[in-house]
């Protein structure tokens, strides 16, 4: 079977850096995508990997290696706002996205 | 701003009477989905449309139906909704099946009493 595996839930301070890990076994890959859902709101787009390595967007960065099956999201300089569940979902060889669980991140002062 | 629209946002409904779902996209995106998402859940793909192609995922249940009259618009009719219908039912758009990110409406969560 797919499967996407993240850790439920994180804590780190605000103005650290935080990495949320995920692995992942699925019939194929086509990319791994990393959203942002704040409580009871839409997911929102994070960032896109496709390639082995580090994409860099502002203060979050998110790492690829296909051999490992393995992704994190790496969030710096916390702050507040960044409270929310990060998503990991793959894209299969049908080009369908499976979704991990979600990791609740909790920000503390 | 180009955009995924859903209504309502909120929606009650007695146990087995049937509820419309709306999505509009003015992204002019091919392909449209809908999602059913418990909480702390992964998000649940029940159908997707490429163009007018519809796609139903093998689990779905019976009880939910979708339309998709054009390119913009899309439905989701659940029949006789059960208690265990009530979740937050998403709709996302994406230019093509094969390119990646998929654009979300804010949802529509759904009650049922």
């Known amino acids: 079977g797919q499967n996407i595996d993240q850790p439920t839930e994180m804590t780190a301070t605000e103005g650290a850096i935080v990495q949320i890990n995920c692995t992942y076994q699925?019939?194929?890959?086509?990319?791994l995508f990393w959203y942002q859902q704040h409580a009871g709101e839409a997911p929102t787009f994070l960032s896109y990997?496709?390639l082995d390595g580090l994409e860099e967007k502002g203060r979050f960065s998110s790492f690829l290696s296909r051999s490992k099956g393995y992704s994190y999201l790496l969030l710096k300089e916390l702050q507040m706002k960044d409270s929310a569940s990060y998503l990991c979902?793959?894209?299969?060889?049908?080009?369908?996205?499976?979704w991990g669980a979600g990791t609740k991140l909790i920000i503390k002062p | 701003d180009a955009m995924v629209i859903q209504n309502p946002r909120y929606q009650v409904t007695q146990f087995g009477k049937p509820v419309t779902l709306s999505c509009s996209q003015t992204?002019?995106?091919?392909?449209m989905y809908w999602y059913q998402q418990k909480s702390s859940q992964a998000p649940k793909l029940l159908f997707h449309?490429?163009?007018?192609?519809?796609?139903n995922e093998a689990d779905t249940p019976d009880n939910f139906q979708s339309r998709r009259p054009n390119t913009s618009f899309c439905f989701l009719d659940i029949r006789s909704p059960g208690l265990g219908d009530a979740a937050m039912y998403l709709c996302?758009?994406?230019?093509?099946?094969?390119?990646?990110?998929?654009?979300f409406g804010p949802g529509t969560r759904l009650t049922v009493l």
């Open positions: 996302a758009t994406s230019r093509e099946r094969e390119k990646g990110s998929q654009y």
């Open positions: 992204l002019n995106h091919n392909v």
């Open positions: 449309y490429y163009d007018k192609d519809f796609n």
């Open positions: 699925t019939s194929g890959f086509n990319g």
């Open positions: 990997n496709v």
């Open positions: 979902a793959v894209m299969d060889s049908n080009y369908q996205l499976i």
